[in-house]
């Protein structure tokens, strides 16, 4: 039997070297939250961790309210699944306790108009950590623990077209080992080292300017976001295809509307004029997927539905933000969807039932494509981005979206020694910069991650007591020590 007997939140302060601006926010200083867990399994205790940012605008993305309320709409989610875990009892797999919270968040959230996406983001974080800690308890890393369906998955529990189906049915046999970095050209990042103003240079060793990352880290997957302005946008590619072209032959990319078009049509006039476009050309064919381009709120409208009857030649759309809750993803297919993107924000169960979905439909219409990207959420080590590539690794997903290592100085946030432990028991991932800080290896473009596909959820080491001492616990972190303006 297993039960979760305590939990813990803290916070650690981060500032990023550069803006990053994606959709309607701009961030330059985030709270990081980490998550620690006591789980107990059949009579044995061991400890798990999960840890995210707490990034504004993105699981709500309302202009109206302020980021400090958001921030304490994160904080409050995570909070109340938290306290509801420990409520309860003991159950046979941590599936099936993942159910129960799952359902106590959604009844919770719903009833205070929480979207999916922002109450979800309080039973991932639980969920993580307790996968972390089953793992180390079973002696077992994450990819052999979801091919032997060691959780206890239904996957009939999120779609009854799954039923029958084990996780090893819809998984590789083995998890991949190197990814490809699909590296993000946020709406602020300059194009070309000229394009820095002086006093906005890092000058802190590492690539700024989109020409400087694909020549240091040899970058040939990209990840373009949209302002929802047909004009900016179609003059911002064009640059951005013309120093990707310059510099490469082979190169895929997508595009991310970040919810900034106010409907398909407006879309599809901007889409229409890239086509027209002759320089655009050979650049359009590299294209993978477009992302979300409309607001959730009207994503999965019928009014989607009937614009995509009328274009049967359409590039393919997937869905990020409006995946948040059981049934999403196969709604979005319905309507002409091609797919939905991978998070661990977003829940790891529940994406796994995505990517279950996903195939089961390949497989009825093998004429369709159908897609599973992984996104990022600026993912840190040593927790963050660590789990969420060993969920990647065990999808097999070929190249994925990350932007930690470029919008924040490797992890120097973090204390000596856990830099030192990162290093060490991750040399594949992670190297000394020059400068003596830690960064993540990219290599050709890629990134190995044998050392976190043998890891029980990614990590590769236990935490001492003096790191959590050394993080704000939440009831005494304020908003304040942002120091955001």
Known sequence: MIQIKEIDLRIQNMRTRMPFKFGISTMTAVPHLVLGMELEVDGRTG??????????????????????????????????????????????????????????????GTERGFAPLLWGLGTSMVERAMIEAFCRLQGTDFGQAMRANAFGLRLDAFNPNLKGLEPADVLPDAPITVTNVRHTVGLGDPLTRPDIPAEEL???????????VIDTYGISYFKIKLFGDEARDFSRLKQTAAIIGERLDRYAFTLDGNENYGDMESFRSFWEALRADRDLTGFLKRLICIEQPLHRNIALDDEVRRHFRTWPDRPPFIIDESDGDIGDVA????????????????????????AAYLKYRSNRQPEHKYV????????????????DLAVLATLGVDHSERNSHHYFKGISVWPDDIQEKVVKCHPDLFDLHTDGFPRMRIRQGRIDMESVTTSPFGVGFEFEDSFSVQLTPLDEWSYASLEVE
């Open 47 to 108: 400890k798990g961790y999960a840890a995210d940012h707490l990034p504004p605008k993105w699981f709500t993305k309302n202009p109206e309210t302020s980021l400090e309320e958001e921030v304490g709409d994160m904080i409050a989610v995570i909070r109340h699944a938290s306290d509801a875990a420990l409520t309860i009892g003991p159950a046979s797999d941590p599936f099936a306790i993942w159910r129960k919270l799952y359902e106590a968040q959604k009844s919770w």
């Open 202 to 212: 890092c000058n802190d060793g590492l690539p700024q300017s989109l020409d400087d």
């Open 331 to 354: 709604k979005a297919v319905e309507i002409g969807y091609a797919g939905t993107s991978y998070k661990n924000c977003k829940g790891v169960f529940k994406g796994l039932s995505n």
């Open 372 to 387: 599973l990207t992984s996104e990022d959420l600026s993912n840190i080590a040593p927790i963050a981005l660590m789990q």
